[in-house]
């Protein structure tokens, strides 16, 4: 007997560290309902454990048999309480009203049950203790039991998948411990079917406790703080207090009762203070793990958008590349002589295409940048060629006769080859020079290129519109136009130098933006180094 009630510390203990987890969750808020139910399902866990600690004491048989069934009758609610409190953490109680309604049925079946030889009958003395002989409804019961065990675990996990930061690490170290109680306790009904089992079964207790009160104390400080403030100033408040009912005198009794009333005045506007600042803490560590998952939403979003635009882009450019086909067929007069009013339909058709191809193919570089598909050839080829036939194709457009500007470019004699993917700068050099027409209505265009800080610097210069200074900052962001060009170019989308800004980011360079203000002109550019790089895609 001395060795069972040796044995019988172990369940002691465990119960001993449950309860006391169970009563300072409860403290932290006594009126909330997970609280509350937190509480109970470890004072059930406690008087279980209690309970075989006297059990493992008991002197006689009779005494034996009572002390097991009255641990069956706090037992039989441990499944549900578990399960209310998983779902009210999970805020998914409506969802599954009627399991939860049903649990707390069979739980209150269980109980009168639990009392009877229908449900344990008879002892089974192993070499650490002793237990009751489960009969047919024990059967039912552990069914009963290990389904609402299944049930928490399953929409813990369901939340684990879901959730981000402190939150997650938070519910982490929650399955971790409760997952050590729930498996390793229930072991213990083991001796019920004749199979004998070691009390360190019943320590099972320990981790848990440790585990959830770190999840509780190391994640979520804000409310241990609040705790922590209020039994200091309960305690100083009591010793006052009592100071003052051991006074020797009347001055001394006022004395202390002044003191009393000061301290507990501060004390009121101390716990106060500290409340409101954790609720605000409380506050932001929500909005911040709102933030987050909103972050990873649009990530998503973001990479859907993505293929989208990939997937609508191929789609398009087919259709208009026959567009293109049958305009020129048309125009060549392969199905018929073209009257001159047609010849102006067939150019206008013929311009609208050209913008749509444009877009699509902007579309497309985008697509190509942002899932890492744009191939990068790095060859010496001749800038001074490459800007002279830019220079040309853009001098021949209508508008730039209509508004009668001029393009000031000579060709840089020192600089002759740079290291560089030929395409993928002439779409830089064309794009900043088109811009240039498109936004200006009259002077000069100048364009240059020279050597600068061991690399190669291309300037366009215009006499436009200009812009400010929160353009200036914005201008490289995707799908951003400068706030005084918005209504002059409808057909532009924004991502022409988006796309310019990512493919001289892959040369090692950069690009930018200046204007002296609206209606001043403005200066596009960019540098790439002169060290020749690697063959790369981005």
């Known amino acids: 007997m001395n060795i069972i009630s040796t044995y019988s510390l172990l369940p002691l203990i465990s119960s001993l560290f449950v309860i006391t987890l169970g009563f300072f969750v409860w403290m932290k808020r006594p009126k909330e309902q997970l609280h509350i139910l937190?509480?109970?399902?470890?004072?059930?866990?406690?008087?279980?454990?209690?309970?075989?600690?006297?059990?493992?004491?008991?002197?006689?048989?009779?005494?034996?048999?009572?002390?097991?069934?009255?641990?069956?009758?706090?037992?039989?609610?441990?499944?549900?309480?578990?399960?209310?409190?998983?779902?009210?953490?999970?805020?998914?109680?409506?969802?599954?009203?009627?399991?939860?309604?049903?649990?707390?049925?069979?739980a209150f079946l269980f109980l009168p049950l639990s009392q009877t030889d229908y449900f344990l009958k008879g002892l089974y003395y192993y070499k650490w203790g002793v237990h009751t002989v489960a009969q047919t409804w024990h059967h039912i019961f552990l069914i009963y039991f290990a389904i609402y065990f299944i049930l928490f675990f399953l929409n813990l996990v369901k939340l684990y998948k879901k959730s981000v930061g402190i939150s997650k690490k938070q519910i982490k170290y929650l399955l971790v411990g409760f997952a050590i109680l729930d498996s390793i306790g229930p072991l213990a009904f083991l001796p019920a079917y004749g199979i004998p089992v070691y009390p360190i079964v019943f320590l099972s207790g320990v981790p848990f406790a440790i585990i959830v009160a770190y999840a509780i104390i190391k994640l979520n400080a804000l409310d241990l703080k609040t705790i922590a403030v209020e039994v200091v100033v309960t305690v100083l408040n009591f010793v006052i207090l009592l100071e003052l009912f051991f006074s020797k005198s009347f001055l001394e009794a006022l004395a202390r009762g002044i003191v009393l009333i000061v301290v507990v005045i501060f004390s009121s506007v101390l716990v106060h203070s500290v409340k409101k600042e954790i609720k605000r803490r409380e506050e932001l560590v929500i909005l911040a793990n709102n933030l987050e998952k909103a972050n990873l939403r649009l990530?998503?979003?973001?990479?859907?958008?993505?293929?989208?635009?990939?997937?609508?882009?191929?789609?398009?450019?087919?259709?208009?590349?026959?567009?293109?086909?049958?305009?020129?067929?048309?125009?060549?007069?392969?199905?018929?002589?073209?009257?001159?009013?047609?010849?102006?339909?067939?150019?206008?058709?013929?311009?609208?295409?050209?913008?749509?191809?444009?877009?699509?193919?902007?579309?497309?570089?985008?697509?190509?940048?942002?899932?890492?598909?744009?191939?990068?050839?790095?060859?010496?080829?001749?800038?001074?060629?490459?800007?002279?036939?830019?220079?040309?194709?853009?001098?021949?457009?209508?508008?730039?006769?209509?508004?009668?500007?001029?393009?000031?470019?000579?060709?840089?004699?020192?600089?002759?080859?740079?290291?560089?993917?030929?395409?993928?700068?002439?779409?830089?050099?064309?794009?900043?020079?088109?811009?240039?027409?498109?936004?200006?209505?009259?002077?000069?265009?100048?364009?240059?290129?020279?050597?600068?800080?061991?690399?190669?610097?291309?300037?366009?210069?215009?006499?436009?519109?200009?812009?400010?200074?929160?353009?200036?900052?914005?201008?490289?962001?995707?799908?951003?136009?400068?706030?005084?060009?918005?209504?002059?170019?409808?057909?532009?989308?924004?991502?022409?130098?988006?796309?310019?800004?990512?493919?001289?980011?892959?040369?090692?360079?950069?690009?930018?933006?200046?204007?002296?203000?609206?209606?001043?002109?403005?200066?596009?550019?960019?540098?790439?180094p002169g060290v020749k790089g690697k063959e790369n895609s981005l």
């Open 299 to 528: 990530q998503e979003l973001d990479q859907q958008k993505t293929e989208f635009l990939s997937i609508a882009s191929h789609q398009l450019r087919t259709p208009l590349t026959i567009i293109r086909g049958y305009i020129e067929l048309i125009g060549d007069g392969a199905y018929g002589k073209v009257h001159k009013p047609l010849k102006e339909v067939l150019k206008n058709m013929d311009e609208s295409n050209d913008r749509l191809m444009t877009l699509v193919e902007e579309f497309l570089d985008i697509t190509r940048i942002e899932q890492g598909r744009t191939k990068f050839t790095f060859e010496d080829k001749n800038i001074n060629d490459l800007i002279d036939s830019v220079v040309k194709e853009l001098s021949m457009k209508p508008e730039f006769a209509v508004k009668k500007l001029k393009i000031v470019w000579k060709p840089e004699k020192e600089i002759t080859n740079i290291y560089m993917d030929e395409e993928k700068i002439r779409h830089v050099v064309f794009n900043f020079l088109d811009n240039s027409i498109k936004y200006s209505d009259k002077g000069t265009i100048k364009v240059s290129v020279e050597k600068e800080d061991n690399g190669y610097t291309v300037r366009i210069k215009d006499q436009g519109f200009g812009f400010n200074k929160e353009d200036e900052v914005n201008f490289f962001q995707k799908f951003y136009r400068g706030k005084n060009v918005q209504g002059t170019n409808v057909n532009g989308t924004g991502l022409g130098i988006y796309v310019c800004k990512r493919f001289i980011e892959k040369h090692g360079g950069h690009v930018w933006a200046k204007s002296p203000g609206l209606g001043k002109g403005s200066e596009f550019g960019f540098w790439i």
């Open 38 to 106: 937190f509480f109970l399902y470890s004072f059930t866990i406690s008087l279980w454990l209690l309970g075989t600690f006297f059990l493992f004491n008991a002197t006689n048989e009779l005494s034996q048999i009572k002390a097991d069934r009255l641990i069956y009758a706090p037992v039989v609610f441990i499944p549900i309480f578990l399960y209310h409190f998983g779902l009210l953490y999970c805020k998914c109680e409506k969802k599954q009203k009627h399991l939860l309604i049903l649990g707390y049925i069979l």
